[in-house]
């Protein structure tokens, strides 16, 4: 899969200080697993982590699913030796890398020109290995614009829920949830939009963030369901429970998928010759005209890249 075409409904966060769930992360349904050597990881398993998720990139069977690893952020002693040793030992193996807590450009331009100087000597594919920028406090989204522009590396622009409400002082110790007092609207709303459009700027794919009540799956799909609504492409999931509804919820619905694919064959009919060259048409009591196209794309895109197959095909009208 090309970049832009990926799943990434449900993005599985895994510790790479774990290698059991290393393991079983392999058979579970998510569209991408992300190996962590970050929050998930003590400080003292870090380096060890290293070599188990090496293991597990080179060793294990992902079935197609996209693989990516979450390294430290550039303010700690980590970042370079995670990237080195885990493209040394994996680059081959490795779908893209993940830089959290992002605050400018320039440290995505340091990871593009790490990632780099990595591919020319190990003679791997040179820009192949994508970025993924988690944005994660109140700078890393004023520059998120720059942030999602700085490189041609990268592929997607996360929030980080945690992290970011902290760091604007939110009266709140439930991740994902609205905070005390804020009844009315939805407090992420701005945060959400705002990674959106810088992600749509580039043609990037906006991923939401974790939703920590893990045994809670109807809030985790009626929170997810926001960001679904908005645009998002995928959500982190934190446990196998998780994986289904986001799936579900990052998805078309059958019924959507089918219209979709519908405008496309009968907008295609209609502005050719055989069909009268018309850029406005009825598909049953629905104008449809070069919008309605443009809007069909997104749905079948999303439908076809979690492959959906159409139940009722368009036929063109007899005579």
Known sequence: MTRTSRARRSCLAVP?????????????????VFLDLEDSVSPLAKVD???????????????GKTRVVRVNDWTTQWTYGDVIAVVEGAGADLDAVMLPKVQTASQVHA????????????????????????????????????????????????FGPADFMASI?????????QPPGYDVGDAYHYILMRILMAA???????????????????????????SAALGFDGKWVLHPGQIEAANEVYSPTQADFDHAENILDAYGYYTSEAGGKRGAAMIGDEMIDEASRKMALVISGKGRAAGMQRTDPWTPPEG
């Open 16 to 32: 790479g200080s774990n290698p059991k769930m290393l393991g079983k992360a392999q058979g579970l349904p998510a569209d991408q």
């Open 49 to 63: 982590a290293r070599a188990n998720i090496v293991a597990a990139l080179t060793e294990g069977d992902w079935a």
């Open 111 to 158: 990871l593009d020109l790490l990632l780099t100087q990595l591919e020319k000597t190990l003679g791997l594919e040179v820009g192949r290995i994508g970025i993924e920028a988690q944005i994660e406090n109140a700078k890393g989204l004023v520059e998120v614009d720059a942030i999602a522009g700085a490189s041609p590396r990268v592929e997607t622009v996360i």
């Open 169 to 177: 002082n939110m009266k709140s110790l439930v991740v994902g949830e």
């Open 200 to 226: 749509r700027t580039y043609d990037l794919q906006a991923i939401d963030g974790p939703y920590l009540q893990i045994k809670d799956v109807e809030g985790f799909r009626r929170v997810a369901g926001r």
